[in-house]
């Protein structure tokens, strides 16, 4: 009896030891996880497709820098010291405009959101705006590249000549709708607004735009746009495209999302999607969303199209809700973690984090170098197809005529 209870303890013993030594085990295979998630990002910091900081410093500060400190803000998901913390090198700030500002202030109010990043990254010494891919290849080792994104076609008002001198001022990606129709395109939300309800798909107009963005060197950004635009562009476009921040719709039918027929055709124009945390696109706001949800976000991509055709997007301070582990922009060495966790490679990582998104800013430059012979494009759009209560024609005042 005696012997039995001491055979019993001692298996329990050996089991107490065993539970210890796998515990040890476990903590020291995740601590080296982290650890090679941080060395990792160290080597290729991130260059994050989208951020809604300046939206936030628009609603809540009025684009008062003077009132913030960036460095420390707690009233947002982004703050300077929480970017060096996630490994950030390099973030496309957006320039995001209400689709209700169609047609009425849309390109003014884009122009002050392009200053308030601009002060913003001239402000701060952590802080430097690029406009080109060798840009933010040679930013220095502690700094921040800001890049500039137009979020929304809106914000043109259908002229070319206003898309030219947005890309003077920095702007390097456009995504062409976004929750709105345009009069030359389709969004995905389409009902959203009943603003050029008929637009179907990428008009004349439409593939003006997409061309001229090939001469310019402007990455053309398809997330928010309709499948039937998005399949439009991918047709025409000479250059590689983006999606900015989207995820797989066979996880999660989000209007936001892409199917899987777009990322085949994606992959054959060397484009990249730049899978996004906001929590609604990942699971269609039915279960709790943590980073294993945007772990199988990006394993369905991989699996399908490969990871050289991947990026990244946090969408921070633009989505209202984020997954849990992924809450701000600190937190991006979490998901790199849970990556190498699921055997993607340091290789197909560090390609992830930056190359991938390299390459296509590359591509998109040299299909702009080798059309340097092409003039400004100098197609209008029709008057009969935009809206133009709030326009005032620049016609010669009466009584003013042409010399002959
Ligand atoms: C946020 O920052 C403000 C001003 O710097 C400070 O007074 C406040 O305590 C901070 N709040 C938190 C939750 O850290
Ligand atoms: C997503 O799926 C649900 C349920 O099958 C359906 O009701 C909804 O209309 C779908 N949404 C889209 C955008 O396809």
Redesign the pocket.
Known sequence: MRVALTHALLQFRLLQLWWLFCNIWDSQAYDSLRQKALDLMREAPLIDGHNDLPVKLRWFYENKLSKI?LR????TQTNIQKLQAGHVGAQFWSVYVPCDAQDKNAVHLALEQIDVIKRMCENYEELELVTSAQGIDYIGRNKIACLIGLEGGHSIDSSLATLRIFYELGVRYMMLTHDCNTPWAQSSLRQTSSLYADTYTLTGFGEEVVKEMNRLGMIIDLSHTSDATALAVLRLSKAPVIFSHSSAFSLCNHTGNIPDHILYRLKRNNGIVMVTFYAEVLTCGKDAVNILTVADHFDHIRTLIGSEHIGISGDYDGGLRHPEGLEDVSKYPALIEELLRRGWSEEELKDVLRENFLRVFREVEKVRDENVFMIPNEEEISQDDVDISCHQDLKPPSGVAILN
């Open positions: 400190d420390t803000l707690n009233t």
